[in-house]
């Protein structure tokens, strides 16, 4: 069975399903070395295990992952309005984007959110001719002046405001991050084009 986190500080109520990070984000990514999903509570065994185990669930039985998300979500006691992807971990392939997408499908009523750097499935899934259902928001996560995304389909970004260099490539325009999103939501909001700026951990 697929853990489902309702722990999470920034989350707050909001639950979330977690995967190891650094294994299913891009390649060389530019954040790895300082990676918040290492730190703090990211560390305790129990919670390393949850990871993990999430993960091997899904290459064990990619549906059943789906189908344990899925109920976790809505199973006739308990419907969650707001869901997000992965507060730690990446989509991890193609298959499992199309899980993603058909989870949105099938739940119209629950409103999820996903930040990504791995911008080619979700491009190449467009590119295609798949179409994201209006309740799946998918955030493309950006970082230094030197991280460049490939944005073709204007997804909105989330950009990283750092203590110790300038970030030029953050829009005036980006929305704060106020650090609860039970009570700002925005990021389930948040259209195509327009961008978020988190501060640096
Ligand atoms: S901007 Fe709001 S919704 Fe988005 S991550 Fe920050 S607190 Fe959460």
């Not at 730190?39 to 549906?63: I, T």
């Not at 929305?175 to 609860?180: H, I, L, N, Y």
Request: aromatic share 14%; glycine share 6%; proline share 5%.
């Amino acid at each position: 069975m697929v853990k489902i986190s309702t722990t999470n500080s920034k989350l707050g109520v909001i639950p979330s399903v977690n995967l190891p990070p650094i294994v299913t984000c891009r390649r060389n990514c530019p954040c790895a070395r300082d990676c918040y999903a290492t730190k703090g509570r990211y560390r305790f065994q129990n919670v390393q295990d949850s990871l993990h185990h999430n993960l091997r669930e899904y290459f064990a039985n990619p549906d059943q992952y789906f189908e344990d998300v899925k109920f976790a979500i809505n199973n006739g006691m308990v419907s969650y309005l707001y869901f997000r992807w992965h507060a730690a971990g990446d989509f991890v392939d193609g298959r499992y984007f199309k899980g993603v997408i058909k989870v949105a499908e099938e739940l119209p009523a629950t409103s999820f959110l996903a930040f990504t750097k791995k911008f080619e499935i979700v491009n190449g899934f467009i590119h295609n001719g798949g179409v994201i259902p209006e309740n799946l928001h998918i955030v493309f996560s950006a970082w230094g002046d030197d991280f460049k995304i490939k944005n073709p389909y204007h997804f909105p970004v989330a950009y990283v405001r750092f203590k110790d260099k300038e970030n030029k490539t953050i829009p005036t325009t980006a929305a704060e991050c106020s650090g609860d999103c039970t009570h700002c939501l925005q990021c389930w909001n948040i259209k195509n084009g327009q961008s978020v700026v988190f501060n640096k951990h």
